[in-house]
């Protein structure tokens, strides 16, 4: 990211996490981006007290109230984030919110499944949706032709347990609708980066790897023990 130049980004899930880590490093790159937006549930909560208090200190950072499990909590936030905006698109979305249920195959249910895959999965797709038409305008307002971060893209956070062929850490952790979730977000990342392309629109899913956070630490055993990275 170092070489990473935008006018505007929307990090969602960024009250805590890979999410707030993002926020962090954008507000110290040398050239910061003019806006950006972090996506939480609760933005007055305890919870998102560590965004409040980056908030007081940078200007260019605003806190939106965002559920990406709610169509219409997504459809008021890219009405908030266009109007910020004027007349300029947003270069950079990143779906970083997330979900996990620590559960055995045979414990998981179709209420586990249904609410992962509404965070992991159609959360993403309704992001990818909603803020379509801001993403447009950023493309169209960049120079060049080709397709990158500082022009207009989406980025998923994936996972490398939604890898088929690897199967990584299901001694460790099976989390089927974890996993289920992540693969399809996969697949929808995929679909996306061809629906999009046209418009001048990246799309990507990153594994960033292990990382010790509120949903990542329950990997911390298989890390400590020299394995591949599970998030």
Not at 175 to 194: E, P
Request: glycine share 10%.
């Amino acid at each position: 990211m170092a070489e990473l130049c935008v006018n505007s980004v929307l990090v969602t899930g960024a009250n805590r996490g890979l999410g707030l880590g993002f926020v962090q490093h954008f507000l110290r790159m040398p050239n910061p981006p003019q806006w950006i937006f972090a996506g939480c549930r609760d933005p007055k909560g305890q919870r998102a007290q560590d965004l409040q208090n980056l908030a007081s200190k940078h200007p260019n950072l605003v806190i939106i109230a965002l559920e990406i499990a709610d169509p219409a909590s997504i459809k008021a936030a890219a009405a908030k984030v266009g109007e910020r905006l004027g007349g300029s698109g947003l270069n950079l979305l990143i779906n970083n919110a997330g979900m996990v249920k620590p559960k055995m195959l045979e414990a998981e249910t179709l209420e586990d499944m249904t609410e992962t895959y509404t965070t992991n999965t159609a959360g993403p797709l309704l992001m990818g949706q909603a803020f379509l038409p801001l993403l447009k305008k950023a493309a169209q307002g960049s120079p060049g032709s080709g397709l990158s971060c500082s022009k207009a893209a989406i980025v998923n956070i994936s996972s490398i347990g939604g890898s088929i062929a690897s199967a990584f850490g299901w001694e460790l952790m099976q989390v089927t609708s974890y996993r289920c979730s992540k693969a399809a977000l996969n697949m929808l990342s995929k679909c996306q980066s061809l629906a999009y392309k046209e418009h001048g629109i990246l799309c990507v899913a990153l594994h960033p790897g292990w990382v010790q956070t509120d949903l990542g630490s329950s990997a911390g055993h298989a890390v400590s023990q020299g394995q591949q990275n599970f998030a």
